[in-house]
């Protein structure tokens, strides 16, 4: 039975939820789609079930280290607004930032935006050798790849591209990805995404630290970075899903 379907808009039992009122992240919203007893015609079929989890994991194992990019500009935001709120605040006659324990502040900081920098880069190299991404290293892809811009927009470039053709032949280079390379991937991914979006958290209550109480007013944006980083910990698996898919992809399948 085929799980990847494509619905068109207007079919029967097909409608539109409420969007949801986040937290955080309001610049991706999240809208529930309801599929009430619909039936799809095996023309809207594109994926079967074997292919279906593969892609799945590969798509997954791409994006989950874009998730951890995300996590690390979060970061990389908390820590400027943290040396900026330094730089300008004063203590004691003194600027914060001349102050030791503030400095360990914001060494710690400093420190977490190159741990999540490092995580999300890692995850993205696995990805590269033994992920979605390396498919782009086929021979199709190298080759579309040298072709200037305007002629892939064109007509024909795009009905070649969505023809059956080339998709059984990425389907078939998405099936060769062996068991290994794709748990390989998936384990980076999974440690990228929670490691880093944990660090987006470490330093949004290390900048809220170190503003106190005159930085949790809305003027400040100091609580935006404080949501965004929390929903960042639940988005895309929470990071307790992600826990467990490191120990399945990578450590269980090495430990006796």
Request: aromatic letters at 6%.
């Amino acid at each position: 039975m085929g799980i990847g379907a494509m619905v068109p808009a207007g079919t029967r039992g097909l409608s539109i939820g409420k969007t949801e009122i986040k937290m955080g992240q309001k610049g991706c919203p999240a809208t529930e789609v309801i599929l009430d007893d619909v039936f799809v015609p095996d023309k809207y079929v594109v994926i079967d079930g074997l292919l279906a989890g593969k892609r799945l994991q590969a798509v997954l194992g791409s994006s989950r280290a874009g998730v951890a990019a995300i996590g690390t500009g979060v970061a990389r935001g908390a820590f400027e607004r943290a040396l900026k709120w330094a730089q300008e605040g004063r203590q004691g006659g003194r600027p914060l930032v001349e102050h030791q324990s503030v400095q360990f502040i914001l060494a710690e900081m400093l420190r977490n935006v190159h741990l999540g920098r490092f995580c999300y880069l890692t995850s993205a190299l696995v990805d590269g050798k033994d992920g979605m991404l390396s498919l782009m290293q086929s021979g199709p892809a190298r080759f579309s790849g040298m072709l200037p811009g305007w002629m892939l927009r064109t007509p024909l470039s795009r009905a070649i591209t969505r023809s059956p053709l080339v998709t059984n032949y990425m389907n078939q280079q998405m099936l060769a990805i062996d068991t290994a390379r794709r748990q390989r991937c998936q384990a980076h991914s999974s440690m990228a995404k929670w490691s880093a979006t944990d660090i987006a958290m470490k330093n949004a209550n290390l900048l809220m630290e170190l503003a106190g109480e005159f930085g949790f007013g809305q003027e400040q944006g100091l609580e935006k970075i404080y949501r965004d980083a929390k929903l960042l910990q639940i988005y895309e698996g929470t990071n307790q899903l992600n826990m467990i898919h490191t120990w399945n992809n990578f450590i269980a399948r090495t430990a006796d």
